[in-house]
């Protein structure tokens, strides 16, 4: 269905602030149809308003963050992510895009793909509170049955964990066989 955040989300990134905008030229007219066209949930007219835009001009950034989102939205995640990666050719310096990339890629299995994705936004951007959520949400498995269920999926990504207990209670064994299958 239709996400109505994530096209609020889009409008604020288009038009941040509200302020009224000079006449609109014909590319920017198609822009605004495509989002009002997403914006009701017309995914393929939207589609073909941005096609429409990057035909004529393949490095507009708004079109290709439409596009992303719209693919992103119908679960087209191959397609959001070849959209963004032009986002990213084109404005190389936004955080967001990053995120967005790193999303689409998370959501076709490639982990540690999206994990750097989401580490150059923060190192674009040290503060993007989406990029930092992403990444500590991340668990690393212990493959041991039971355990990684008793710690709500594995063991945090990104933190340093001590594995403690008697001697011969096989410790190093099992961080062995933790870091051989992560």
């Known amino acids: 269905g239709f996400n109505e955040k994530l096209a609020n989300e889009l409008l604020h990134h288009l038009n941040p602030g509200g302020e009224p905008k000079p006449k609109a030229s014909k590319e920017e007219a198609l822009v605004q149809s495509g989002l009002s066209l997403y914006g009701e949930g017309k995914w393929g007219q939207a589609l073909q308003e941005m096609d429409k835009v990057l035909a004529d001009n393949p490095k507009n950034d708004r079109a ?4 992303g989102d719209i693919y992103f939205e119908r679960e087209r995640f191959d397609r959001a992510e070849d959209a ?9 310096d936004s955080d967001m895009a990053f995120v967005k990339l790193g999303d689409a890629i998370m959501k076709q299995g490639r982990k540690a793909d999206a994990e750097e994705q989401f580490s150059r936004a923060l190192k674009l951007n040290p503060e993007n ?11 690393i498995l212990t493959y041991v049955s039971g355990l990684d269920e ?12 001590l594995v403690a207990g008697r001697a011969g209670s096989m410790k190093s ?7 051989y299958n992560h």
């Open 173 to 179: 064994s099992l961080v062995f066989n933790i870091l």
């Open 129 to 139: 509170q989406d990029a930092q959520d992403r990444l500590e949400s991340q668990r």
């Open 84 to 92: 963004y990666k032009q986002l990213i050719d084109v404005v190389q």
């Open 64 to 67: 290709l963050l439409i596009k």
């Open 150 to 161: 008793r710690m709500d999926g594995g063991i945090p990504a990104r933190y340093i964990v």
